[in-house]
């Protein structure tokens, strides 16, 4: 269930009912759906919030496109993720934990939830995905209680980088989105500066390949079921009430037999000495050499690099003579670099630099991925032997090895005294040493040697400055 | 409380808003300004502990003491810190929580008023619900022999916690004899 607390500073507050008997699903509709009607429209010109309407109702037209968004949502909701502290801050780590683990989503709370609309948002929407970074108050640096979903419908980019966003809840009153209050995000942003990071999303980029996929289908369905005139048939010989008592009469008795589609052929006979003759006029029809299997292919080819996933997660390699295994892991490492996965490094960076405190770092995490963990694991075991042959033949020392290993994330930064290095690499995923004091390093108070030695200190240099001010206070 | 530690309680809040209103006007760096504010504490809980034994040098217990106190203050020292470094911006009520430091000295005070007899707690040491606020003192009747003393828990003359209710129910008063606490 959404917190009401931070609901209540969240811009989104208006969007949530009062009491539960209003502002249900199915009581009103705020804009028109483009989910209604089998044929597609033609795609406003990009960009226009109506261009994001027809977009984000691609899911509900063709079922693999829908089926390909899905995998990719759950793929990239299922990923692991940690948050690190490099001063060991069980607080910071707990508070960042607690921050994605309680996101909101409308009326859902969650990680999963949260990512799925937001996703959806940014692989569906060319003006992109956003999300409220919700704060105890509206001052810049206030702590942050919360992350919220904004519908993208409802965000308006602005030219202003101190207010970027405008968000217009559901009472039309719009609120100003300072730049510590929301986060942006687009796929394939335009460069032109006029259009303020509106992007092209995946949706967009494969627009006519889900029409026309989703034509094929219809066309297939329809020829299946029998609904929709396909051609037009010219027949000499026969009366047209003949023709229409001969199928009216064979209709009704397969519907009394309890046949609905697949009505069979039509037996009727005529008395007439002159002869039939007929004419067909094709009214619709797959162009000639059409392949289904091969346009599908196509589509799915496009789909997945449309949206950034190995093509094999939305149409199995089986059966393709090929060899799937292998090709599956050049695949997925080959769709490791692409779509979402600019995403999830835009997602990183955003939330190292903006939402987490100076020392604490958000990180993905694929725990399930034992084949990426082998192969890390055997890197590792290799700097490490090089390191060892380096000790023995007295090229480094023990204190420099240790330090190489700091430097390639062999070993925790807690293994050194002081990094020699400290600027040497700096991964995307980690913080310079220089925005966490060292002698901030310690937030607890605990009985460190380190602390005891700083006290004791502090008294013995501030004891001849106390007796002036207890001279000076006892009038003597 | 006496009249010269409520002197040196009132330089002290003077000097701990200075510093703090340098850090909430950009003058001074957060590191700059926690060294600063740990020399503040480290010298004014000295001279509270004097003041309260009325002055005179600290003996080795004494100074243990205080060293242990300063010691607590600096840890939370650097957890305020470091939640001043996360949110720079977030000004408001820094004031406040620079107040309650100052007004910590006040334990340091009882300390060496109490002539550090084995008590289990002092005013404003923060082990009551009111804090730093405490109004409370001890009332030290010396006894004939060696160590004897009863003490009693003094509710302060505004409103008081139930802590301290508590204890001027329980501690009155407390024994000492033969320098330990019966």
């Known amino acids: 269930m959404s917190d009401p607390d931070v609901i209540r500073r969240s811009v989104t507050r208006q969007d949530y009912a009062a009491d539960p008997y209003s502002g249900s699903v199915g009581m009103y509709f705020v804009y028109p759906t483009p989910y209604s009607g089998p044929t597609y429209a033609p795609l406003p010109a990009w960009w226009s919030t109506q261009r994001d309407f027809v977009l984000r109702g691609t899911v509900h037209r063709e079922s693999m496109w829908a089926a390909a968004i899905a995998k990719a949502i759950t793929k990239t909701a299922s990923l692991g993720w940690v948050i690190n502290d490099t001063a060991d801050s069980q607080l910071r780590t707990t508070r960042g934990q607690q921050l994605y683990l309680t996101a909101l989503a409308g009326m859902q709370r969650g990680w999963v939830p949260f990512l799925n609309v937001h996703l959806r948002d940014y692989l569906l929407t060319d003006n992109g995905a956003f999300v409220e970074v919700v704060r105890a108050s509206a001052a810049s640096g206030s702590r942050i209680i919360g992350l919220a979903h904004l519908d993208s419908a409802r965000c308006t980019r602005t030219a202003d980088p101190d207010v970027p966003v405008l968000y217009r809840d559901r009472l039309g009153k719009i609120h100003e989105m300072r730049w510590w209050q929301v986060l942006s995000f687009s796929d394939m942003p335009d460069p032109s500066e006029t259009w303020n990071g509106v992007g092209l999303c995946a949706a967009s980029r494969a627009f006519l390949t889900i029409a026309k996929l989703a034509a094929i289908e219809q066309y297939l369905y329809e020829k299946s079921s029998g609904d929709g005139a396909t051609e037009l048939t010219l027949l000499r010989g026969v009366s047209e009430n003949q023709l229409i008592s001969a199928v009216t009469t064979a209709d009704a008795e397969q519907k009394r037999k309890g046949a609905v589609y697949y009505k069979g052929k039509i037996l009727t006979a005529f008395l007439s000495d002159q002869e039939l003759q007929e004419i067909t006029i094709p009214l619709k029809s797959t162009p000639d050499g059409f392949d289904a299997k091969q346009e599908r292919d196509n589509a799915y080819m496009i789909y997945a690099n449309a949206i950034g996933i190995p093509v094999q997660d939305i149409q199995p390699l089986s059966g393709q003579g090929l060899g799937t295994g292998t090709q599956t892991l050049i695949l997925a490492e080959e769709a490791e670099a692409q779509g979402l996965a600019a995403w999830r490094q835009q997602w990183l960076h955003v939330q190292n630099e903006v939402v987490l405190p100076a020392s604490t770092t958000f990180s993905w995490a694929d725990k399930n991925d034992t084949r990426d963990q082998k192969a890390k694991a055997e890197v590792a075991k290799l700097r490490a032997d090089t390191r060892a042959s380096q000790i023995m033949s007295g090229e480094i020392t023990v204190e420099q090895a240790q330090q190489l290993g700091v430097d390639a994330g062999d070993l925790p930064r807690e293994f050194i005294a002081q990094d020699e290095t400290p600027g040497g690499s700096l991964g995307d995923e980690e913080k310079p040493l220089t925005e966490i004091p060292v002698a901030l390093a310690a937030p607890t108070p605990t009985t460190t040697k380190a602390t005891t030695s700083e006290a004791a200190a502090l008294v013995d240099r501030e004891l001849a400055r106390a007796l002036d001010l207890v001279a000076s206070v006892l009038g003597r | ?182």
């Open chain 2, 1 to 182: 409380m006496s009249a010269a530690m409520r002197r040196l309680l009132a330089r002290c809040l003077l000097e701990v808003r200075k510093l703090t209103a340098a850090l909430d006007d950009g003058g001074m760096a957060v590191d700059a300004w926690r060294d600063a504010f740990a020399g503040v504490l480290a010298r004014y809980h000295t001279a509270a502990q004097l003041v309260g034994q009325g002055g005179g040098a600290l003996d080795a217990r004494a100074k243990a003491a205080l060293t242990r106190a300063v010691q607590a203050q600096l840890g939370f020292l650097d957890r305020w810190a470091l939640e001043i470094q996360d949110n720079a911006a977030y000004t408001l009520g820094r004031q406040a929580r620079a107040a309650l430091y100052a007004q910590g000295i006040g334990a340091s005070y009882w300390r060496g008023a109490t002539r550090m007899l084995p008590l289990p707690a002092m005013p404003r040491d923060g082990t009551s619900q009111c804090l730093g606020n405490c109004g409370c003192g001890w009332e030290i009747t010396e006894l004939e022999g060696d160590g004897n003393y009863d003490c009693t828990w003094v509710l302060g003359k505004s409103e008081n916690c139930q802590t301290c209710a508590q204890r001027a129910a329980d501690w009155a008063p407390l024994q000492i004899r033969e320098g330990r606490l019966v």
